[in-house]
C-alpha cells in the first residue's frame, strides 16, 4: 500500500513536468536550456561546491518556474476576470521567477569568472 502511494506519487509528479513542457513556453526553453547547462557544470565546476551550485541554480529555475504556473493556473480556474490581487499574486509569482534567474546569472557568472 505505501510503496504503489509512493508510485502513484511520482506519477503525477511526472504528468506535471510533461504537462509543463506540453503548454508553458517559458517552462520549454528554460528545460532545454538545462539540459544542456547541468551537464556543462560538470565541466565548467573545478570542485563538488561549484558543480552543486551551478546545478542547483539551473534547477531552481524550474523549481520556481512550475510553482509560479500552478498558482497562475489555480488563480486562472477561479476566475479570468481582472481583478487587483489577481494581478498582484502573479506580479509576485514572476518576481519569484525573475529572483530566481537572477541568482542562476550571478552564481554562473561568479563560478566561470573566478
Do not use: C, H
Not at 511520482?10 to 517552462?27: D, M, P, T, V, Y
Not at 565541466?43 to 531552481?60: W, Y
Amino acid at each position: 500500500m505505501f510503496l504503489k502511494k509512493i508510485y502513484a506519487a511520482f506519477i503525477n509528479s511526472f504528468q506535471g513536468i510533461f504537462r509543463a513542457l506540453k503548454e508553458e513556453f517559458a517552462f520549454k526553453i528554460e528545460f532545454f536550456l538545462s539540459v544542456f547547462l547541468i551537464p556543462a557544470s560538470f565541466f565548467i565546476g573545478n570542485n563538488a561546491l561549484e558543480i552543486i551550485l551551478l546545478s542547483g541554480s539551473t534547477l531552481f529555475i524550474l523549481l520556481v518556474e512550475l510553482i509560479n504556473t500552478s498558482l497562475e493556473t489555480t488563480l486562472d480556474r477561479i476566475g479570468l476576470e481582472e481583478n487587483d490581487l489577481t494581478k498582484y499574486a502573479k506580479d509576485l509569482g514572476s518576481g519569484a521567477v525573475l529572483i530566481s534567474l537572477i541568482l542562476w546569472l550571478v552564481t554562473w557568472s561568479l563560478i566561470v569568472i573566478y
